[in-house]
């Protein structure tokens, strides 16, 4: 059974910085394409990156890009969502989620996803 489990989200200041993680368990990734998704109260989910699991390959939503970074560990089976320069319009609870194929930024292509991880930013 697959199993995402994330964790690191917490209270911040604005400026801050977090750096989240997602352990994944039991089946082999690197065929997946894993991805952070995050949701903040009464909006829509938002994708935020993507990392392809193989090849390292990273992708960003244009709003995240120079404060976001994402990565990989493959011998910790644990992929990592950096986060600097924090603002509060950041807070949200994140997500981690993984897929075989499909639109990268569209959750509906996504087979399986964490519980999530509040992150919050104070002004």
């Known amino acids: 059974q697959v199993r995402l489990v994330e964790s690191g989200g917490g209270l911040v200041q604005a400026g801050g910085s977090l750096r989240l993680s997602c352990a994944a368990s039991g089946r082999t990734f690197s065929s997946y394409r894993m991805a952070w998704f995050r949701q903040a109260p009464g909006k829509e989910r938002e994708f935020v990156a993507a990392?392809?699991?193989?090849?390292?390959?990273?992708y960003y939503a244009d709003s995240m890009k120079g404060r976001f970074t994402i990565s990989r560990d493959n011998a910790k089976n644990t992929m990592y969502l950096q986060m600097i320069s924090l603002k509060p319009e950041d807070t949200a609870i994140y997500y981690c989620?993984?897929?075989?194929?499909?639109?990268?930024?569209?959750?509906?292509?996504?087979?399986?996803w964490g519980q999530g991880t509040q992150v919050t930013v104070s002004s």
């Open positions: 990392i392809n699991w193989s090849t390292g390959n990273t």
């Open positions: 989620a993984a897929t075989g194929g499909g639109i990268m930024w569209k959750g509906e292509s996504y087979d399986y």
